[in-house]
């Protein structure tokens, strides 16, 4: 079945950067965006970017322009997601999830089970 | 950036009620509108897409509706599993959630 696996939790030191995978199975990985959406504690969703993972092209929420990086290994089949010069308002559980072709919007069908990252001194 | 309100913030609800999520975009945004559930603890699901179309799987009892600006989505018949937060989406902005709880 189509599922993404996501790395575990990670803690962080502030000015540190977080590397988070996701790993894709049941599907053709090339085939469909990837999106990475973060949920700080008690808050709402947050929408980080995209990345194609067949031409490797991406676009970042303005937000994180300069601070995120996403690529991918077709290889594995595995999406990442990395963070620099973490603060501790960047504390929050990172999802990746698949973008649903053919639609008019972005709708995200497929979720990894999210990554807790803690950005703590 | 379109901004996405969603009103109410939360309500309280009984098991078989009709409930009623509104999504109001800044600016006319067509029918692209997708509308996730989420409960806590988990990832989101997505419900609706493209405004008014039902992702697979997800029981009838979901419907959304509207285009431009003003959108739905609505639960005709509440059950015990449906108390969770739901979110509407339009590209790279998520609407604030909407948390429904058992009265």
């Known amino acids: 079945q189509v599922q993404l696996v996501q790395s575990g939790a990670e803690v962080k030191k502030p000015g540190a950067s977080v590397k988070v995978s996701c790993k894709a199975s049941?599907?053709?990985?090339?085939?469909?965006?990837m999106h990475w959406v973060r949920q700080a504690p008690g808050q709402g969703l947050e929408w980080m970017g995209w990345?194609?993972?067949?031409?490797?092209?991406?676009n970042y929420a303005q937000k994180f322009q300069g601070r995120v990086t996403m690529t991918r290994d077709t290889s594995i089949s595995t999406a990442y997601m990395e963070l620099s010069r973490l603060r501790s308002d960047d504390t929050a559980v990172y999802y990746c999830?698949?973008?649903?072709?053919?639609?008019?919007?972005?709708?995200?069908?497929?979720w990894g089970q999210g990554t807790l990252v803690t950005v703590s001194s | 950036a379109i901004q996405l309100t969603q009103s109410p913030s939360s309500l309280s609800a009984s098991v078989g009620d009709r409930v009623t999520i509104t999504c109001r975009a800044s600016q006319g945004i067509s029918s692209a509108l997708a509308w996730y559930q989420q409960k806590p603890g988990k990832a989101p699901k997505l419900l609706i897409y493209d405004a008014s179309s039902l992702e697979s799987g997800v029981p009838s009892r979901f419907s959304g509706s509207g285009s431009g600006t003003d959108f739905t989505l609505t639960i005709s018949s509440l059950q015990p599993e449906d108390f969770a937060t739901y979110y509407c989406?339009?590209?790279?902005?998520f609407g604030q959630g909407t948390k429904v709880e058992i009265k």
């Open positions: 990345i194609n993972p067949n031409s490797g092209g991406t």
């Open positions: 989406q339009q590209l790279a902005t």
């Open positions: 049941g599907y053709t990985f090339t085939g469909y965006y």
């Open positions: 999830a698949r973008e649903r072709p053919g639609t008019v919007t972005t709708a995200l069908e497929v």
